[in-house]
């Protein structure tokens, strides 16, 4: 379909019953916010890789509206083209009318999920996904096969046997002709993280006092797959908040809080985790709940609007919200306390003489609005360098869990992201999502102008930070 965003069709009367169900539909003065300017289609990652209106923000705008209205049904081309979006919210940060599409889709997506039944493998592939990343205990159990994959891909034989699996084979035209099926398992074997068994079974302490007097006490969001496969990340948010004067609580019973699944459209298991996040947090004593997870910042910040109709949790919901912070906006906040006794950074720096190529995760920066504070918070490492990366705002393709269910359309921007890292030649990569680490990962040294990359840490930025508090060597991951 392409029609422009702009033409009389955009604005016909209603044609029929609209194609939405009664539960929470696209709202009217939304869609009817976009006035189809067009400053969204450079910042839109898939209509910059194929120039389709319908893949553009005003695009699939368009959509809702024609199914708002009656005129086209909400499967075939709907749900492709909604689909097909990522949810990097980059249209958000530039749309100059202040067009809500991340509430848009939010509101499209479970429409999606409730309404059009999924081929049966398209499901199963899902259903798996969501059977295992939400389970804390099951990432843990998977690590264990894991690490066995690992060490057996080191050999000769079993490396050939994965390189050939469509997904993994050496031209675009290649890949296509794959089953997508394959193509998606292909793309869940190369993102794997490695894997270590003892990380993967660690635990936080529950209580880490701070370090001098107290600034803050604050709790952490340990994650699911950040808390098993990047658990060093959350070990080093620890000791960071601590040696900054943070008392640091970490609940051993927390659970997913659900951002997975609200950023794929299951929205009754999403606001059930929602709903368990908040009674865990909401009765601890700490000035506010820190995350080191763009994607679950995101979704816990927006608590409140998610339960804003749900008399029972609407209030609990949006006082947790207003306690949720990065751990860059925390660190930031107490950096610029006014006062030379509680402001700026308490724990000494040792230098770090390296060029560092800082990526904006989308949920951080376009979601969450936070992109000043983790750049702050990495000038405050002496002789470290912090370089600018083209094309910052462009998704680099993880998108939760869309490097597995649309894994060739993530592989181009992943390629792209990787050139644009390349170009700025550095010698650390920062950013701070796990889905961000592991899709750079994959693609930075994947080309032979790549080589010499493969060796470049790529890290959360706490950990660089922490590195430069203890003096230690910088770690790979």
């Known amino acids: ?231 060093r990340v959350n070990e080093a948010t620890v000791r960071v908040l601590a040696a900054e004067g943070c008392d640091v609580l970490v609940p051993r019973d927390q659970q997913c809080c659900g951002a997975l699944e609200v950023h794929a459209g299951r929205e009754e298991s999403a606001l059930a985790r929602a709903r368990r996040t908040i009674a865990r947090f909401e009765t601890l004593d700490v000035d506010a709940v820190v995350t080191n997870v763009a994607g679950c910042g995101s979704s816990m910040k927006d608590y409140g609007h998610l339960l804003a109709d749900d008399p029972d949790w609407a209030d609990r919901a949006a006082a947790f919200s207003a306690r949720c912070r990065d751990v860059h906006e925390v660190l930031a906040e107490l950096y610029s306390r006014p006062g030379s006794d509680d402001g700026g950074p308490r724990a000494p720096r040792t230098p770090v003489p390296a060029r560092v190529a800082y990526h904006d995760a989308c949920h951080l920066g376009h979601a969450q609005g936070v992109r000043s504070q983790p750049r702050e918070v990495l000038r405050t490492v002496p002789e470290l360098e912090l370089l600018d990366v083209a094309e910052a705002s462009l998704c680099c393709g993880s998108a939760g869990i869309y490097n597995m269910i649309m894994p060739d359309a993530a592989g181009e921007l992943g390629e792209r992201k990787a050139r644009a890292i390349r170009d700025a030649k550095p010698d650390v990569v920062v950013t701070a999502n796990p889905g961000c680490l592991l899709q750079i990962a994959k693609y930075l040294p994947g080309s032979a102008e790549g080589a010499g990359f493969a060796d470049v840490p790529l890290l959360h930025p706490v950990q660089l930070l922490d590195a430069s508090i203890r003096g230690a060597r910088l770690p790979h991951r």
Not at 122 to 143: E, G, M, Q, V
């Open 1 to 231: 379909m392409n029609t422009p965003a702009g033409s009389a069709e955009s604005k016909i009367p209603q044609q029929g019953p609209s194609a939405f169900d009664e539960v929470h539909p696209p709202q009217r003065e939304l869609l009817d916010d976009c006035v189809h300017c067009g400053f969204c289609l450079p910042t839109c990652p898939t209509y910059v890789l194929w120039g389709e209106e319908m893949d553009s923000p005003r695009g699939r705008i368009l959509l809702m509206d024609l199914a708002a209205k009656g005129e086209i049904t909400l499967d075939g081309s709907f749900t492709e083209h909604i689909d097909n979006c990522l949810g990097c919210m980059a249209c958000v940060t530039a749309c100059p009318s202040g067009v809500q599409y991340d509430k848009l889709l939010e509101s499209v997506r479970p429409q999606i999920e409730r309404n059009v039944p999924r081929d049966r493998a398209d499901k199963l592939f899902r259903d798996a996904i969501f059977a295992l990343f939400p389970y804390r205990r099951r990432l843990r159990l998977a690590a264990l096969p894991g690490a066995l994959y690992q060490r057996l891909r080191a050999l000769p034989a079993v490396r050939k046997l994965a390189e050939r699996l469509p997904g993994r084979l050496a031209t675009p035209t290649m890949r296509r002709l794959a089953a997508p099926t394959m193509r998606r398992l292909a793309a869940v074997e190369s993102l794997l993280p490695p894997v270590s068994v003892r990380e993967a079974f660690a635990r936080l302490p529950v209580h880490t006092a701070a370090v001098g007097r107290r600034r803050a006490r604050v709790a952490l969001l340990t994650g699911c797959v950040q808390d098993v496969f990047f658990h």
